[in-house]
């Protein structure tokens, strides 16, 4: 059963056509969802509304306004505890290296420029590998075979691109 417009028929106080009132009226005798929904909406707007104490919104936001102060001091000093906590957990580890690393700089220092070298060259290897494969695999594969990779490659993103647009819209009004 569609309950989609009587919904929003309900739910928004919309000015309903003598015909939309008649259909509204057949759908409520045998639909108990959207006659609940309606009996809720007239109860709702019968309620009579009860204005606040004097002085209610100054002591709003009074209270309010002190609660922010002491969430925010509450934050400050959880920020300040876990700083302080990492700060001492991560000294309590790094020490025994740090230690080993200030008492022999020489090690440290031909460790460093070793693996500067070791990354160096082999970053200049991948380049020249890649090179070198650029270079060799379009004249291996026939120039069908990329049309077709490539015609592959665009449905792909078709199909991606309208799953993801399908996905993405959400659906209007409650959930039957």
């Known amino acids: 059963m569609n309950h989609q417009p009587f919904e929003d028929w309900l739910l928004n106080d919309k000015k309903l056509s003598d015909a939309e009132k008649r259909e509204l009226n ?3 005798q045998g639909c108990p969802r959207c006659a609940a929904i309606s ?8 309620a009579r509304v009860i204005s606040p104490a004097p ?3 100054q002591r709003f936001e009074t209270r309010l306004s002190a609660q922010k102060i002491v969430e925010r001091r509450r934050r400050l000093w959880g920020m300040f505890l876990l700083i ?3 700060m001492g957990l991560s000294g309590w580890f790094a020490a025994p290296y ?13 460790a460093g420029f070793g693996y500067l070298l070791f990354a160096v ?6 380049i020249e590998a890649t090179s070198i494969l650029l270079n060799v695999i379009p004249n291996l594969i026939p120039s069908y075979v ?3 990779f490539a015609s592959a490659t665009a449905g792909l993103g078709l199909l991606w691109t309208v799953s993801i647009w399908r996905f993405s819209k959400t659906p209007q009004g409650a959930a039957s």
């Open 121 to 126: 060259t082999s970053i200049f290897t991948v």
């Open 26 to 28: 057949a759908h409520l």
């Open 55 to 57: 002085g209610f919104a």
């Open 84 to 86: 302080l906590t990492g």
């Open 146 to 148: 990329w049309m077709v």
């Open 98 to 110: 740090l230690y080993a690393f200030l008492s022999a700089p020489v090690d440290w220092i031909t």
């Open 39 to 46: 009996k809720t909406g007239f109860a709702l707007r019968a």
